[in-house]
Structures are given as C-alpha cells and as structure tokens.
C-alpha cells in the first residue's frame, strides 16, 4: 500500500519537494554568510510515514554512522512540527574551527561544551531559515523552541522514541548535504504532525494558485 | 528576437511554474528537460534563444550543462534558476558564462526582467 498517495497526491508532494528545495537553498545562503563555507545541495525528498513507524524509519537513516550529532527543535503554527538536524561523526569539532575557535586551547568539557553550542547555532540558522522560508512561501508564521543538542556514539539512542502520537500521519522532508573541504555531511529531516496535513493541502493548492 | 525557450529542471513542477510566468502571447516555442544532461541534448536539438537552467539535478547538474552548452556554442545565453543562492554557487556559474541567475521561485517580474536581458544579448 502506498502511504502517502493516501495522504497527499503526487503532485502535492512534487509541490512539497519544491518548496522545501527553496526553503533549504534559502537556509544554505544563510549559513554561507555566517561562516565561511560552501553547502552542497542535493534533491530533497518527501515520505509520508505514520507517525508510529517514524523512531524505526530515522534509526534506519542513521544506522550505519558511528557518531552521531542531532540538534532538534521544534516549531508552532498552522505548519507545526519537528526538525532533526543529523551530522554524522565529529563533525561539531569541524564546525568549531569554522567560528573561529581554536579548540586545541580547551579542556576536553570545554570542547564538549563549545562542539554543542556550536553545533546549537548552525542548526539554528539552518533550521530557522529552512523553516521560517517554507511557512513564508505557505503563507504562515512559526515559532520555535529553543534547539537541543543531542551527540551520542550510539545513533540509535539519540532518536526520540516518540515523536508524535502512534496511529496519526506524518510526512518526513529529509534534505542530504554536505559541506564542501569539510569532513561534514549530514540530513535535515522536518517531520509535520498530522494536525497540519489539511491546512498544509490547502496551503499548496494556494501556493500554486499565482501559477495558474 | 527571442522565439524559443529550453526549460531545464527536473521538478515538473518548478517547470510548470516557468511556464506559466512566461508571457503568453508573444508565441514563444517552449522546450522542456529533466536533467543536466538531457537540457544539453535538448539545446543541441532545438538552439533555443535562451535556456532557464536549475543547478540542483541529478544525472548532470545545472553547472556542468551550462558549461558543456556554452562549449558547444559560447553565444548560448543561459539564465540559470535556482534555490541555490549561495554566493559561490552564483559566481561559479557566471564564470561559466551564465547570462544572470534568478532566485527560485520565479515571478512573472523576474520572467520578463530576464527575457529582456536575453533579448538585449542576442540584439
């Protein structure tokens, strides 16, 4: 049984993908300006899930990682839902260097510390933009709880077991990147509850209305 | 005088948003390719005036089909639409020789605005 055509059309889903392209190309510019880096893009993609099937399915994307950092945050509007930013490896003590801090000058804590801040501001600005610009081009406005940072050696321990009620649909937008001259690569899964499935159906169906 | 137009990206779509921002009574011939690499077929088959070309593609991406076009005739005139903003990913592909590059989504403004700048090349 396919899913997702029960949920929402392929079209839908190719308008979905669209936008969540923008919305990450918006959200790789961002960062770009902040630090000194170049995001490779790749074609984003969507899958409708239920929602008790969601903890399996993000394990299964992680399973092979040996080291796993995820910075999650949560957001609130008619679009409303969770982000997971995942990066494989030591890719927070990457990023550190990027902000210009010399981590050789710390304590094993304070390069924790500094590895999860630093990993907090990047999922930040990637998350903020990315969402903010794909409820800007929805026509809606979202606010966000503060990020937290989970960096586990075990991935499957750094999934929340659940994410949204068993028996409801969620629809998962996973974008792949990478970080070019960098050891960083990682996804940005945005998971929307089932609650926002009929405003976001309508919401597309306006979106596509100016090109009509 | 413009008259053909090659639309290349591989969301149906982001195509189908192009199409409907491109005036529709000027009679435009209007030519459509999923990928990098099918765009540099299609160019060669049809010397479109002007190609709208999007960076993020599989089989080829928008860079390499604009360079691989503009190899094959340095006066194709290509505008590449993308959500690809990034400063770099913009330089690299006016250095290529890319005409200008519009931010997606596109709007029937930014349309025209570059069907004149086209028009202006080709005289």
């Known amino acids: 049984m396919d899913y997702c055509k029960e949920v929402i059309s392929d079209e839908e889903k190719e308008i979905l993908q669209e936008i969540m392209n923008i919305a990450f190309g918006q959200a790789a510019a961002d960062l770009a300006d902040v630090i000194n880096i170049f995001v490779v893009l790749s074609v984003p993609y969507i899958e409708m899930l239920n929602a008790q099937d969601l903890p399996e399915y993000l394990k299964s994307q992680v399973c092979s990682y040996d080291r796993i950092s995820i910075v999650e945050q949560n957001f609130w509007g008619d679009f409303k839902g969770s982000a997971f930013l995942v990066f494989q490896g030591n890719a927070g003590r990457e990023l550190v260097s990027l902000f210009g801090e010399d981590s050789g000058e710390f304590s094993l804590e304070s390069i924790d510390a500094l590895e999860k801040e630093t990993l907090m501001e990047v999922g930040n600005i990637l998350i903020g933009a990315c969402v903010g610009k794909l409820s800007e081009l929805l026509g809606d406005l979202v606010t966000y709880s503060p990020p937290r940072v989970v960096i586990e050696n075990t991935p499957n321990d750094a999934i929340p077991a659940n994410v949204f009620e068993s028996n409801s649909s969620a629809i998962v937008l996973k974008t792949v990147f990478n970080f070019n001259e960098r050891d960083v690569n990682g996804f940005l899964f945005l998971v929307t509850s089932h609650d926002s499935i009929l405003w976001l159906k309508k919401s597309l169906a306006d979106f596509m209305e100016q090109y009509e | ?123």
């Open chain 2, 1 to 123: 005088m413009l008259k053909k137009i090659l639309l290349v990206d591989d969301s149906p779509i982001s195509r189908r948003m192009m199409k409907s921002c491109i005036p529709k009574d000027r009679g435009y011939e209007i030519y459509e390719a999923g990928d990098g690499l099918a765009g540099f077929e299609a160019y060669k088959a049809n010397q479109p005036d002007v190609t709208f070309m999007d960076l993020t593609m599989p089989v080829m991406d928008g860079s390499e089909s604009t360079a691989r076009i503009r190899e094959f005739d340095p006066k194709a005139v290509v505008v590449v639409c993308t959500a690809d903003i990034q400063i770099k990913s913009i330089t690299n592909v006016l250095d290529l020789g890319a005409l200008m590059v519009m931010k997606k989504p596109p709007s029937k403004e930014t349309v025209e605005d570059a069907l004149s700048k086209a028009a202006a090349v080709i005289g």
